[in-house]
């Protein structure tokens, strides 16, 4: 089947390891074999192989080994699911490559077992993800979250089509060529993996961002300062992590948000209370930082308290610049020199 160009076999029982003739469908552009019972690691695409793919979907399988090498010559691909609830175990780190793949605007690696740093060339080279895309309808839209959450399951049963839950009200979007739909639906999840150190300070570039889950890793350090310029931003979860330090000031200033949690971190001092952070009053987005103190906690801030606030917050900057700035550095030139090798062999 040369010319075939969508494959949905989802939600089956379809078991086996995947067959190396596998990629001999070239013409594919969009491909969903989540949530069946796949296992083993996915064959290695053959050097001849021309990607044309703008939405793969492997969720929810049982797919092994390191991170598959389709991904990294998929320079179209829009959507990239390799995560969720009943996910795979995809190992090692995630590929600098990634960041190369510029029309990328959903990404979900939860769920597996991902070690090593968030690249910091994400927040640089991922360029539709900086800038939010104009939509025809609905014009204001909001995320919902957890248990009633927009799943990488729930959106992509269909490749003609996305049929989400958004703020209690069905909604269907159609995905085209070009996906319109798929432009307002910018977001990112890298939860339950076993990431660690720093939230990269240049992943605040990513503008165009509607959801962000980093959830359930080892991320330490704390929230980067300019989180205030992910403006769009609706749902923000940050929990069970290591952060510490305060909580910006600058997100308060996401207008946007409805949904946050920040909870089982090590944060301390104060909580904002200005703008959209006044209208979120859930205690469980704070619990479990024995630090905060104020609003809407029952903690009032004694002098003390954002005295010890104001010393951490000093040793994290120090840290920061250590771990986050150098570390962005060297990777973003890793990321250069290795997608310069890549077009080079193509």
Avoid at 177 to 199: H, R, V, Y
Wanted: aromatic letters at 8%; charged letters at 15%; glycine letters at 8%.
């Amino acid at each position: 089947m040369p010319s075939l160009e969508k494959l949905g076999l989802s939600n089956n029982q379809l078991t086996g390891e995947l067959p190396d003739c596998w990629w001999d469908m070239q013409a594919l552009q969009l491909m969903d074999l989540s949530n069946n019972s796949f296992i083993g690691e996915i064959p290695t695409a053959p050097t001849s192989f021309s990607c044309y793919l703008l939405s793969l979907h492997l969720a929810g399988n049982g797919f092994t080994g390191v991170f598959p090498s389709i991904v990294r010559g998929c320079n179209e691909l829009v959507i990239l699911n390799l995560g969720n609830h009943r996910s795979n175990d995809f190992s090692d780190k995630i590929p600098l490559e990634l960041s190369l793949l510029s029309q990328l605007q959903f990404l979900d690696l939860s769920n597996n077992s991902l070690t090593g740093l968030i690249p910091s060339a994400f927040g640089i080279f991922l360029t539709s993800m900086k800038h939010p895309k104009n939509v025809s309808t609905p014009e204001s839209l909001g995320l919902t979250w957890k248990g009633h959450a927009l799943t990488s399951r729930n959106m992509f049963d269909y490749l003609n089509r996305i049929d989400i839950i958004w703020k209690g009200q069905e909604l269907s979007f159609q995905i085209m060529i070009e996906p319109i739909g798929m432009k307002l639906m910018t977001g990112i999840d890298l939860s339950s993996n076993s990431l660690s150190q720093c939230i990269p300070e240049a992943s605040t570039n990513l503008q165009g961002l509607r959801f962000l889950n980093l959830s359930r890793n080892h991320l330490s350090r704390g929230i980067p300062e300019n989180i205030g310029s992910l403006k769009y931003l609706e749902c923000l979860d940050l929990s069970q992590n290591e952060l510490s330090g305060t909580i910006p000031p600058g997100l308060s200033d996401l207008q946007s948000l409805g949904k946050l949690d920040l909870s089982n971190n090590h944060l301390s001092g104060k909580i904002p209370t200005v703008n959209q952070l006044q209208t979120l009053t859930d205690l469980s987005i704070y619990s479990n930082n024995s630090g905060l103190c104020g609003f809407p906690l029952d903690i009032p801030c004694t002098h003390a308290s954002l005295a010890s606030a104001e010393r951490n917050g000093r040793d994290y900057e120090d840290q920061w610049l250590y771990y986050c700035v150098i570390a962005g550095i060297v990777f973003g030139n890793l990321a250069l020199v290795r997608g310069a090798l890549f077009r080079c062999k193509l």
